[in-house]
């Protein structure tokens, strides 16, 4: 029991408290999924609790059906054909710092720039009136900053099948940052007996600009297979997410 590295900022693209470096990235700040055995441990001393705890289940037991922090690679994620997600190591100047966990650690990063720069062809730029040099050279034609792209992308990534609780219910959870105007993520899910569904629109026409952790509760009536899809509109700005997990049963706050 923590409070997170970004409660409670004042600018919360930064965190307010990060692991000491001996700790490295895989620390995590602010879970609130359950009690840790220090947190155990230490109300035992707080009380004078001198028994055998053991046989208390912790965090999330045999609920959890999938997970990613993101610090050891995608997981179990596969991506979509196109532009893709890519795990970020170190801090963006156009999205987050740092990863939820402890505010330095890695994060899956969708980002609408290296897309303008490789795919912009002069197809792209002189309807727009920007390129002044088409008649005469193609190949010589600047792109200027302004020519980036009014498209939206499209970037795709994919979780493994997964399997319900008995009764059919999953929540999932996940944290997002949103960066900048006109980006948005949409949530899929999908089965094979399951007609490909959008479960949730996430982010804003605005901007957002720190993390925000969220749930969806999934009811599918009875036990069974579905795949989730996470789908990044970027139009500008960027979208990243973190500590993704997949859980039988109920959403501890979703209704
Ligand atoms: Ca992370």
């Given amino acids: 029991m923590h409070y997170g590295a970004y409660d409670a900022g004042k600018v919360h693209r930064y965190p307010v408290i990060t692991p000491k470096p001996k700790y490295g990235k895989t620390l995590r700040l602010g879970q609130r999924l359950g009690l840790s055995d220090i947190d155990v441990m230490k109300i035992q001393v707080l009380y004078n609790c001198p028994i055998d705890t053991s046989h208390i289940q912790r965090g999330l037991g045999d609920r959890l059906i999938d997970y990613c922090d993101f610090a050891f690679g995608m997981c179990n994620f596969s991506l979509g054909s196109g532009p893709t997600w890519v795990v970020q190591n170190e801090s963006t100047t156009d999205g987050p710092v740092g990863g939820i966990s402890n505010g330095l650690d890695p994060f899956l ?50 979780s493994p099948l997964l399997t319900s609780g008995d009764d059919g219910r999953a929540c999932i959870q996940f944290a997002l940052f949103q960066y900048g105007p006109s980006s948005y993520l949409d949530v899929f899910v999908s089965g094979p007996l399951l007609q490909r569904q959008r479960l949730r629109t996430f982010g804003d026409v605005s901007r957002m600009e720190f993390w925000v952790r969220y749930e969806i509760k999934l009811d599918m009536g009875t036990k069974a297979e579905f795949q989730l899809e996470f789908v990044a509109y970027l139009l500008e700005g960027t979208v990243s997410l973190d500590d993704y997990y997949v859980v039988k049963g109920n959403c501890i706050y979703a209704d």
């Fill in 109 to 158: 990063f969708a980002s609408k720039e290296w897309d303008d720069l490789s795919s912009l062809t002069t197809e792209d730029v002189s309807p727009q009136g920007i390129s002044n040099s088409t008649t005469t050279d193609s190949a010589a034609t600047t792109i200027a900053p302004s020519a980036i792209s009014k498209t939206p992308v499209t970037v795709t990534i994919y």
